[in-house]
């Protein structure tokens, strides 16, 4: 399977779990979207990103926004996981960390593949893979996250 593939597979993961959401709003289900997407950013970050960011300045810069909305999204479920399901907030909080995930979603999809598949031959595209899952197995979440 071609990495955007595997890709495009977990954010389709993502992307089910706030349609669950939607009908039944729980903190269960923010803290399973943070489970798929914490190894996935970090995934990213280790092999594809890090590829394609050498190619040039432009592609450099497009993975440094990417690499900001993965922090912004942080910040967002940090917030979220600071309130009770009762709160007021909790809700647009949720769902304003909706909107920033899948603009997220789509820049990497709409953007970043195209710059990926003009950085790796079909072959490269396909064994780099095993590199992001292999990435997202060694992840382990840090200290302050794992509550
Ligand atoms: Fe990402
Ligand atoms: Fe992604």
């Known amino acids: ?12 993961e993502v992307t089910k779990l706030f349609e669950q959401f939607e009908k039944r709003p729980t903190m269960k289900l923010v803290k399973q979207i943070k489970e798929v997407l914490d190894p996935h950013h970090y995934a990213e970050e280790e092999t594809v990103f890090a590829d394609v960011a050498k190619k040039s300045e432009q592609k450099a810069e497009l993975v440094r926004n990417l690499k900001a909305e ?6 967002l479920f940090e917030d979220i996981f600071l ?4 709160d007021e907030m909790f809700e647009p909080k949720v769902y304003v960390l909706h909107e920033v995930i899948d603009h997220h979603l789509k820049e990497e999809e709409e953007v970043f593949f195209k710059h990926a ?18 990435a997202k197995s060694a992840y382990t979440p840090s200290k302050d996250e794992a509550n």
């Open 117 to 134: 598949e003009e950085v790796y031959s079909d072959a490269k595209l396909s064994s780099v893979t095993k590199d992001f899952d292999q």
């Open 70 to 75: 993965h922090e912004a999204i942080d910040l």
């Open 83 to 86: 309130m009770k399901v009762s």
């Open 1 to 12: 399977m071609k990495v955007t593939d595997r890709i495009k597979q977990e954010h389709d």
